[in-house]
């Protein structure tokens, strides 16, 4: 992801001389290709969060147009009092770009875990959050980043994670989610590089003669309403998946709108359970560990659908 978002971050600079990206001190060698075309529109803040936010602050209440970059828990934890009060508060044309959501850092252990971020950001007025599930998605997230007046959130994998899109996103609008696959039965709605896996699991289901529908929410806050309210009415169920806390993020976002529906559709959410991870290991391993992996999801699903009532959608 951290690719298509340089890509999509050079053909803003290219359009638009107001913007400007600080690193905290990290990513060179990804952001290799601002430095050599744009040496005057980057600056390395150093390992300073809270400083780089009020720099992206100042400069931004001159105009500009200010993308901060680090990675996890530094960009968002750190200096949260300097998000809340120096960028949403005044509607501050900051955006907040965190590498390496959920378990990408998944080695580095706790510290580097970003499992509370989304429910944090949300919390905030005034914050847009994006929460791409591939480099398709985050490149069309960096985008509508840019061009989203106020504060923004853009939560982003690390490298190298598998593509879901065949081709670019054309034609998105946020906060519409993305629908990846149709389905009848249940539907798996996730928020961020998760994406990988409700895929994966749908197509386990599908061998297992159960039809999973999978949406992409790329923008999680604010959320579609409409969207949401629709996927309550044609499924008895809906499974959030997210590499994250479950307590304030993208599935209590799902329920609190589904809960408002008052149509009685059942919400479960397939997260880290209200606990801090104490395990390291890679990200896929922590997805095992933790119950978010392809296969944790498909058994999840399928003990839903064998639950008398939720056999098949409300109108297939």
Known sequence: MRDAFVRALLEEMEQDSRIVLITGDLGFGVLQPVWDRFPERILNAGIAEQGMVGLAAGLAATGKIVLVYSIGNFPTLRPLEMIRNDCAYPRANVKIVCVGGGFVYGSLGMSHHATEDMAILRALPDVTCFAPGDP???EAATHAAIRTAGTCYLRLGRGNEPKVHASPVVGWRLPAPLTIRQGTQIALLSAGGILTQTVEAAKLLESRGISAEVVSFLCFKPMDRE????????????????????????????????????????VIRIGLQDCYTAVVGTQQYLREVYGMDAKSIADKA???????GTDAGRNP
């Open 227 to 266: 969207a949401v309210r629709k996927l309550t009415e044609r499924f008895p169920v809906l499974l959030t998946v997210e590499e994250h806390n479950v307590t304030g993020g993208f599935g209590s976002a799902v329920c609190e709108i589904a809960a408002e529906t008052g149509n009685g559709c059942r």
């Open 136 to 138: 398709a998605e985050a």
């Open 302 to 308: 399928e003990a839903l659908i064998s639950e008398k």
